[in-house]
């Protein structure tokens, strides 16, 4: 089993920034990807950012490039998400997630979310 457990969700204005992070433990012989999706009240969960674990590449959903930064500390399992110019659009509650294997490509590991509240 993996756990994944993020911190760093809040309050804060808009033009704001928060930083968010998602430490995992337990069976990470081989991750994969780690990655932050968001839900907000009445829509469904949806993609923000990933990175590649090995290879430091990083994805972004259109909403977040120029705005959001991912990153991640191999050493301590750890993954980041530093969200610059934050909007009202953008509260919701922010979810980590983890590819995990061996084998390939890996099984889907979610944390429980932390919430992120922009106020205009």
């Known amino acids: 089993q993996v756990q994944l457990v993020e911190s760093g969700g809040g309050l804060v204005q808009a033009g704001g920034s928060l930083r968010l992070s998602c430490a995992a433990s337990g069976r990470t012989f081989s991750t994969y990807t780690m990655g932050w999706f968001r839900q907000a009240p009445g829509k469904e969960r949806e993609f923000v950012a990933s990175i590649t674990w090995s290879s430091g590449s990083t994805y972004y959903a259109d909403s977040a490039k120029g705005r959001f930064t991912i990153s991640r500390d191999t050493a301590k399992n750890t993954v980041y998400l530093q969200m610059n110019t934050l909007k009202p659009e953008d509260t919701a509650v922010h979810y980590c997630?983890?590819?995990?294997?061996?084998?390939?490509?890996?099984?889907?590991?979610w944390g429980k979310g932390t919430l992120v509240t922009v106020s205009s």
């Open positions: 997630h983890a590819r995990v294997g061996p084998p390939p490509p890996g099984m889907n590991y």
